[in-house]
């Protein structure tokens, strides 16, 4: 294989290939980049999202079970239920049966958080604005999986959901946003009722593109009044 | 996975011979489930194939419209396809054809006879892209390194496409035909094209209708036109080559790995070689005589000569198969304001080259784009003026979106104020996004339409049509307009 083709080849793929070695090992450099990827999926799984950007789109914070990161990891169950007072704070700060509920969760990837946001929220709120779809109080859940829309759901009995949360970072991406949406989520929903639009990141699926396609997605919803693979698209 | 096969025809009216296919084109949304929806075109077959028809001229200008008439309500009959069926599609009219007096009357004559999808058009760059695509160039380029010249021959024009990686990056067109000297059989001279008057001159070639041509003569001015053309593809021109040139012409072209032979010559040369005045004079012009130079020309240069998949055909197919393309799955449209043909695309760089994204040096930029535009183009009501086309765009973040939105819509305003509907094409996948922008931005004082996903860089003029699959639209990007 020629050289050109193997430069087009890389550039046409993130994965690692192409690199080279030294005898049986990789080449320092390639292995330090592995090293410092690697650090970065583990710091975007064990980090926060900053106040600073929750005060900026006024997010109210509320955390599941989860207790620590560890137990996060461990006990997905625990990160789909709140404990009374976190249930007393969404029902105190909510407006009750909103046309769509927005949350975002940072899931096992802040840093998805951190760099899509700021994108993603504002254009989905204007794409929902197009479509003269109103939205409930948005709020921050810390330590949230993707079904703990159901207990929301179960609280504040929203006719469409959209849950905006980290996905598991990769070697590739460690910021890589999802966006799950469901027709009248409550406890007990099925899997298969739920849609998403992932691998949301500026290398990926274009963040306010994926955000304009949301609105479409509900605005289908809730015509059809059903989600997940019943919904016609 | 939800499919659907459309039905499209071609129809290629060149120099000396006329032919028409029918095809089936099969969208299919291929979106996953976990991503945003796309579609595409993942077949394309034809379904039939005329035979070979002999372009009816009333004189040597004039092309007979009826006869040509006849001809396609017969191949209609023969493909037994019905025309409202028809939803994508080209006329070409090709080579010399396109420049004789009545062009564009056929063209517009045409497209009323054909059906309502049908893309009307002439001109030797989208012929050459086309015949590229029909003759196997452009796969080809997917395939290998470097650069492959399409060149397809027929009666009048050489039209040269120029493909790397999937897509075509020049276009250069030659007079170089087998019609533009007809002979009797005995290599009396009846007609000589003007176009190559000023090259036979030059090349000491004193040609007068009436004069008798001996077969070592009608070899040398064939070989002297191969070499022309080929020198000048290999970047050092001789014999006057530029002389050849059609019009404007770029003087400077891309340096060429392989080349492709298509068109009615390209199937000539697969013959032997002429051994007689009476051989070469078969069809009472030049053509197997300067299809036997080219094949002893192209050996003195450095291109690999590739065989083309399909040769006479190559147009017509391309015509027919390649013409119509399918938008992105999240685009912005008001379908009720499909199809809207004949737009011109004014196209405009959303950042320069090795530049940031600089809100104030594209609102400049697009403000004189459009006051130029404006003076040129007039929309009917309810019609857009222009398409604008937004290449080299950013990583488009929120910030840059709003601003984008703005500029355009404030620009758009000001150059066309009694026009009523915006067309923007993108090309990246943002067009759901930018489309919901400015909208919310003019409070429904426009309509907007906004699709990506095309590539529009080979194109004047765009065709949109009506959705396909999920929101896609069949679009065709074409290079003249009636």
Not at chain 2, 118 to 136: Q, W
Not at chain 2, 160 to 167: C, E
Request: aromatic share 6%.
């Amino acid at each position: 294989m020629n050289k050109d083709s193997l430069l087009a080849l890389k550039k046409s793929t993130p994965a690692r290939i192409g690199v080279g070695r030294t005898g049986t090992r990789p080449l320092t450099k390639d292995f330090l980049l592995l090293r410092i990827d690697h650090a970065a999926a583990v710091d975007t799984v064990y980090g926060e999202v900053s106040a600073k950007l929750l005060d900026q789109f006024n997010l109210f914070t509320v955390d599941t079970c989860f207790e620590t990161k560890e137990r996060y990891l461990t006990r997905p169950d625990l990160g789909r239920i709140f404990a009374e007072d976190a249930q007393a704070l969404i029902l105190e700060k909510c407006v009750k049966r909103p046309v769509v509920q927005i949350v975002i969760s940072d899931g096992l990837s802040s840093n998805a958080i951190e760099e899509n946001l700021r994108d993603v929220y504002p254009t989905l709120l204007d794409s929902l604005e197009s479509y003269n779809l109103t939205t409930g109080t948005p709020f921050f859940v810390r330590g949230g999986r993707v079904a703990c829309m159901d207990v929301i759901g179960e609280l504040l009995e929203p006719e469409a959901f959209i849950l905006l949360i980290g996905e598991r970072p990769g070697l590739v991406c460690a910021h890589s946003l999802s966006a799950y949406m469901c027709y009248r989520p409550r406890v007990g929903t099925k899997e298969s009722d739920r849609m998403v639009i992932s691998n949301i990141h500026q290398r990926g699926t274009t963040p306010i593109e994926a955000a304009a396609h949301m609105g479409t997605m509900i605005h289908k919803m809730l015509e059809q009044k059903t989600s997940g693979v019943s919904l016609v698209i | 996975m939800p499919e659907n096969w459309i039905t499209s025809i071609g129809l290629d009216i060149g120099t000396s011979t006329t032919k028409f296919i029918a095809s089936q084109l099969l969208i299919s949304e291929s979106g996953n489930g976990f991503s945003l929806p796309s579609c595409q075109i993942v077949d394309r077959r034809v379904t039939y194939s005329s035979p070979i028809y002999t372009t009816p001229l009333i004189n040597d200008y004039k092309i007979d419209m009826d006869k040509i008439t006849c001809i396609l309500e017969r191949e209609y009959g023969n493909s037994q396809i019905r025309m409202e069926n028809v939803k994508a599609g080209a006329i070409i009219i090709t080579g010399e054809a396109a420049q004789k007096e009545n062009a564009q009357s056929i063209i517009h004559y045409l497209a009323d006879r054909a059906g309502d999808f049908v893309v009307a058009t002439a001109g030797a760059d989208l012929e050459g892209i086309l015949a590229g695509k029909g003759s196997g160039a452009l796969r080809r380029s997917t395939q290998v390194e470097g650069i492959i010249a399409n060149i397809d021959i027929g009666g009048g024009t050489a039209n040269v496409a120029l493909f790397q990686n999937g897509r075509a990056i020049q276009t250069i067109t030659f007079n170089v035909g087998g019609r533009l000297i007809r002979l009797t059989e005995n290599g009396k001279i009846v007609y000589i094209s003007d176009a190559i008057q000023l090259w036979l001159k030059k090349n000491d070639f004193y040609l007068e209708l009436g004069d008798t041509l001996t077969f070592p003569q009608v070899q040398e001015i064939c070989n002297k036109m191969s070499d022309s053309m080929f020198s000048f593809l290999s970047g050092c021109p001789q014999y006057s080559a530029e002389l050849l040139l059609l019009d404007s012409q770029p003087t400077e072209i891309f340096p060429i790995d392989e080349v492709i032979i298509s068109g009615g010559i390209g199937q000539m040369m697969r013959n032997g070689p002429p051994a007689t005045i009476r051989n070469v004079t078969k069809y009472g012009d030049i053509g197997p005589q300067l299809a036997h130079s080219l094949n002893e020309s192209i050996h003195a240069y450095s291109f690999i000569f590739t065989q083309a998949q399909e040769t006479t055909k190559a147009t017509v197919i391309g015509a027919g198969m390649q013409n119509t393309e399918v938008s992105g799955a999240t685009i912005y449209v008001n379908e009720a304001l499909l199809p809207i043909k004949n737009i011109p695309i004014c196209t405009i760089p959303v950042v320069e080259k090795n530049h940031q994204w600089e809100p104030e040096s594209f609102q400049i930029r697009l403000g004189d784009l459009l006051e130029q535009a404006g003076k040129i183009y007039h929309a009917k009501e309810n019609e857009p003026p222009i398409a604008l086309a937004l290449s080299n765009i950013p990583n488009c973040t929120y910030q840059i979106l709003q601003e984008l939105s703005a500029s355009i819509l404030e620009q758009f305003r000001n150059n066309f104020p009694s026009s009523h509907c915006l067309v923007i094409l993108c090309d990246s996948d943002i067009a759901k996004a930018l489309g919901q922008a400015i909208a919310r931005r003019c409070h429904g004082t426009l309509d907007i339409l906004c699709i990506d996903q095309i590539d529009f860089t080979y194109g004047d003029y765009i065709d949109l049509g009506l959705p396909v699959a999920g929101e896609s639209i069949s679009i065709s990007v074409k290079t003249l307009a009636f």
